[in-house]
């Protein structure tokens, strides 16, 4: 069992940077791979980037390549999204989730935080 809590959403102005956080409550942290996904208004969930569990390989959506960043600290038991460079379409509200294997497909993710919204004004 994997609890997973989002934190670091905002309202900001495109342009600005934010970091979003997810902290993970439960024993084996580093053998799930982490996504970010992220849900706009009358929209699907859309997957933005993947972690693996030791940190080794990472893919982002090509609408946030070149400005997100995943991460993870394995020792700490978080893993992050930096967004820089933020424009008003990357308004949504972010998820993170846990899977067993790196893998793109929502179906797969176990887990999921309750999620942090990010609103970005133009």
């Known amino acids: 069992q994997v609890q997973l809590v989002e934190s670091g959403g905002g309202l900001v102005q495109a342009g600005d940077s934010l970091r979003l956080s997810c902290a993970a409550f439960?024993?084996?942290?580093?053998?799930?791979?982490m996504g970010w996904f992220r849900q706009a208004p009358g929209k699907e969930r859309e997957l933005i980037s993947v972690?693996?569990?030791?940190?080794?390989?990472?893919y982002h959506a090509d609408s946030v390549k070149g400005r997100f960043t995943i991460s993870r600290d394995n020792a700490k038991n978080m893993v992050y999204l930096q967004m820089n460079s933020l424009k008003p379409e990357d308004t949504a509200v972010y998820y993170c989730?846990?899977?067993?294997?790196?893998?793109?497909?929502?179906?797969?993710?176990?887990?999921w935080g309750q999620g942090t919204q990010v609103t970005v004004s133009s």
């Open positions: 439960g024993r084996t942290f580093s053998r799930y791979a």
């Open positions: 972690i693996s569990g030791n940190g080794g390989t990472t």
């Open positions: 989730a846990a899977a067993p294997g790196y893998s793109g497909n929502p179906g797969v993710y176990d887990y």
